[in-house]
Each structure stands twice: as structure tokens, then as C-alpha cells.
């Protein structure tokens, strides 16, 4: 039976499967473990970012945290590896107008920075010290193509290839040993039990993530007209309580 171990990118799992289908409480070792066939997996490499709270979301980050910590319980055999979120301004422009500066508003772009890079140097790094027979990447970013190809072609390793988005990657099929798309049935059959505890601490499902929360309201705060003509847009800004 082949050694294996699954790299799992976070950012990508989350926005292609998990929030589309709010399966954000998995079990990511019995979720490996299904992606191996049902055959035991040891080691899971997560690869994710810290979010931090919003006005609009303000346990956003407490909800991560208690994910992680019910992990760290119920799946002693996934390690996590955290990147971060990067904030900056960008003009960008409004759709339909010109691409000049006095058609373009500010905007704070948020970008996630380190799941890839993190999850291309361990699956390298593994492969060299001989630590998996067998990897499977979780993920449909074709960045990885590169370092998978080294893997595949140049250490002579099975890499599996599972994509969680909807859309497929050329790249990613290429240099895969094996590549399919994940159906979202198998992170349904993957969820952690609502409540997780080793005896001394406790960990609950938030309730957020069972749909059991209010929804956000939105009220505009500032609403002015393009100042582009003869562009016609209005520029409005809300607010989310």
C-alpha cells in the first residue's frame, strides 16, 4: 500500500466547493481518506490564511479559530499551515466607462497570499526526503502545474490531482499522475459531528455555518454621481450590519 500524503489548498477548496455549498465544517482527514479510495492517509498538509473580522462579519476570524482548534482535536494527523490576507488600495474602473482616472473609484483589494507557495514547497520538499509514495493536491490552480511536474516527471512520484473548482485546468491535467474534479457529495459525507471535545475542551459547529444566523442587512450611505461624462453611473457605498 503506497505511502500517501494530501495537500490540500484551502483558499481554492473554500471558494469552489465549501462556501458554494456551505460545507464549512469537514472533517479533512475522513475527507483525505475519501480521495484515497478509503484507504488510510498519513499525513494532510492544509494549506489556508488567517481572515480577519469585518463590520459586516465581526466573528468571522473567532469561527475560523474554533475550526482550527476542533481540528487539531478530531484530525491529529492534518497539519496546518497558515498564510495570511494582504490589504491595499487599487483604482479601479466603473463598468462601462472609460479606463481613465476620473472614472475610476478606490477600492481595498484583499488578496490571499502563501497557500500555493506553501503547498508547492512541501509537496517538493516531501517528495525529496522520500516521506509519500503517492501525493494528491487538492486544488485547480494551474501555479502548481510546475512543481507537480517536477514531482511526477523528475522524482518518478504518483500525484493525483483533485479539483474543486468548477471550471477544469489544462495545465493541472498535463502533469498530473491521475486528475478529476471533486463532486461536493464527498465533503458532504466528510463533516466533523457538531460538537467536538477531548474530555477537556469543546468545540461547536458555529452557527453561521448551520444557517442559523440573521441575515445582513444593507443600507446605502453615500450615493454621487460618475463624474465622468457622459458616463451616468452612480457610485454608491453600503454599509452591512
Known amino acids: 500500500m503506497p505511502a500517501t500524503r494530501v495537500y490540500i489548498d484551502g483558499f481554492n477548496l473554500y471558494h469552489g466547493i465549501i462556501r458554494p455549498h456551505r460545507l464549512h465544517w469537514l472533517d479533512l482527514a475522513k475527507f483525505a481518506e475519501r480521495l484515497n479510495l478509503g484507504l488510510p492517509v498519513e499525513k494532510v498538509i492544509y494549506c489556508t490564511a488567517m481572515v480577519s473580522s469585518t463590520p459586516s462579519d465581526p466573528q468571522k476570524a ?72 503517492r501525493a494528491i493536491v487538492v486544488s485547480g490552480d494551474s501555479d502548481l502545474a510546475e512543481p507537480i511536474r517536477l514531482v511526477t516527471r523528475e522524482l518518478g512520484k504518483t500525484v493525483w490531482v483533485r479539483n474543486p473548482r468548477d471550471v477544469d485546468s489544462e495545465e493541472l491535467t498535463k502533469v498530473a499522475s491521475e486528475y478529476s474534479r471533486i463532486r461536493s457529495d464527498v465533503l458532504k459525507a466528510s463533516q ?49 450590519a
Open 62 to 133: 473567532q469561527r475560523q479559530d474554533v475550526y482550527h482548534r476542533a481540528l487539531a482535536i478530531a484530525c491529529p494527523t492534518v497539519e496546518i499551515i497558515k498564510g495570511q490576507f494582504a490589504r491595499h488600495k487599487k483604482y479601479q474602473p466603473l463598468v462601462g466607462c472609460a479606463n481613465s482616472p476620473s472614472c475610476a473609484v478606490s477600492v481595498w483589494v484583499r488578496t490571499e497570499k502563501g497557500s500555493d507557495v506553501n503547498l508547492a514547497a512541501r509537496l517538493l520538499n516531501d517528495a525529496h526526503l522520500g516521506k509519500y509514495d
Open 192 to 240: 466533523l459531528p457538531d460538537s467536538v471535545t477531548n474530555g477537556v475542551r469543546s468545540y461547536h459547529k458555529p452557527a453561521r455555518w448551520s444557517g442559523l444566523v440573521t441575515p445582513v442587512t444593507k443600507s446605502v450611505i453615500l450615493s454621487v454621481p460618475c463624474p465622468q461624462s457622459p458616463c451616468g453611473k452612480i457610485i454608491t457605498t453600503c454599509r452591512f
